[in-house]
């Protein structure tokens, strides 16, 4: 008995061995996309600022612009990555012992907080730094768009706040046209903030699904495995009980003979 129980414990601890794999993507557009706006927003998002040292202002004011659709682009497939899923379809196939199984599992495309916060964040910093230049090459074509002239660091903190919807009276516009900007930034803002409350409680919420299902797949696998390896070793309801009877009805023999 000792054999076979050592047998079970064995049979139950090996790990079942890989044969093949499959991975197919899924919504595998909207990755791409997101990839894309990604690196143009960080692109636009600094030439806005050297084009603008370089005197280039209305240069400068169109990579802005660019930078900040990008960073609208970048938010909108991350809410597209929340509402529809993209990643990837995964089929393993293993042998174990008792023979070949497969398991089926879903890959995020953002596994890690790590890229999920910092796309966020590149979200957030493309559209702050996009409208710093747009309002730096304002200022140089229209002397009164603002209360107070501004400058690199005055104009990056203005479209911080904006995007914060702060509002703290030092520095506002003073024109139809930068009023009317600085409603486009906070109709952006309150999108993208949107977008970052229900992509970071989504991740968090489908991390922790996933980390539960994974131990209770893991904890049903065990337990097939330990129910197989008793199977194999012939323990319990799996025992062959022909021995057994043979020696039974062998003693009730001698039992017999002797009466």
């Not at 809410?79 to 497969?102: C, H, I, K, N, W």
Request: glycine share 6%; proline share 2%.
């Amino acid at each position: 008995m000792g054999r076979r129980i050592s047998e079970v414990e064995r049979l139950a601890r090996a790990v079942p061995k890989f044969v093949s794999g499959q991975r197919r993507p899924h919504r595998l557009g909207i990755l791409r996309t997101r990839r894309l706006f990604s690196r143009a927003s960080l692109a636009f998002a600094a030439s806005s600022l050297v084009l603008y040292w370089a005197s280039w202002f209305i240069s400068s004011a169109i990579a802005g612009s660019i930078a900040v659709l990008s960073g609208l682009g970048l938010a909108v497939c991350l809410l597209g990555e929340v509402l529809y899923g993209s990643g990837v379809d995964v089929q393993t196939q293993y042998m174990g012992s008792a023979g070949p199984f497969r398991e089926y599992s879903f890959e995020p495309s953002i596994q890690d907080p790590v890229s999920l916060f910092s796309l966020l964040a590149n979200a957030i910093a493309c559209v702050v730094l996009g409208y710093a230049a747009i309002y730096l090459s304002l200022t140089t074509i229209h002397l009164l768009a603002f209360s107070k002239d501004l400058e690199l660091a005055s104009s990056v903190y203005f479209s911080l706040v904006t995007f914060a919807t702060v509002g703290y009276g030092d520095f506002y516009p003073d024109s139809m046209s930068t009023k009317l900007l600085v409603c486009t930034e906070i109709v952006v803002a309150l999108f993208v903030l949107a977008v970052v409350l229900a992509t970071s409680t989504s991740w968090i919420l489908s991390r922790r699904q996933e980390l539960s299902s994974e131990r209770k797949i893991n904890e049903a696998d065990r337990m097939q495995r330990t129910e197989n390896a008793i199977k194999v070793a012939g323990i319990g309801l799996y025992q062959d009980d022909t021995q057994l009877l043979e020696e039974i009805q062998t003693r009730m023999e001698e039992l017999r003979m002797g009466r």
